[in-house]
Nanobody
Framework: QVQLVESGGGLVQPGGSLRVSCAAS?????????MAWFRQTPGKEREFVAT????????YYTDSVKGRFTISRDTAKNTVYLQMNSLKPEDTAVYYC????????????????WGQGTQVTVSS
């Protein structure tokens, strides 16, 4: 089916930047898939961060990251990125990549393909 692998997480100081990546594979070039980033901290439910259409350039962000985070895609490489700037301690979480067929969506339950997650820690 669809496999998702995140990378690029790490430790960053407040105000710093980090880019996480999500490589998708299915044995062929993906099409008609929306991609998204969610994040989760211990003891809390997974929350939506950003989403992007695989083709068409439509994006949507949660209010807390608008102006700081940018989601982008490289369709030729089946890869989605999340550029995170001006990071805050409250951004600390495991960041998960997700995929679904069809249009963008901010609901966790709408996505049926998930990566294993990559840890982003903002501290100092």
């Amino acid at each position: 089916q669809v496999q998702l692998v995140e990378s690029g997480g790490g430790l960053v100081q407040p105000g710093g930047s980090l880019r996480v990546s999500c490589a998708a594979s299915s044995g062929r070039t993906l099409s008609n898939y929306a991609m998204a980033w969610f994040r989760q901290t211990p003891g809390k439910e997974r929350e939506f961060v950003a989403t992007i259409s695989w083709s068409g350039g439509n994006t949507y962000y949660t209010d807390s990251v608008k102006g700081r985070f940018t989601i982008s895609r490289d369709t030729a490489k089946n890869t989605v990125y999340l550029q995170m700037n001006s990071l805050k301690p409250e951004d600390t979480a495991v960041y998960y990549c997700a995929a679904k067929r069809g249009y963008i969506n901010s609901a966790t339950k709408a996505y049926n393909y998930w990566g294993q997650g990559t840890q982003v820690t903002v501290s100092s």
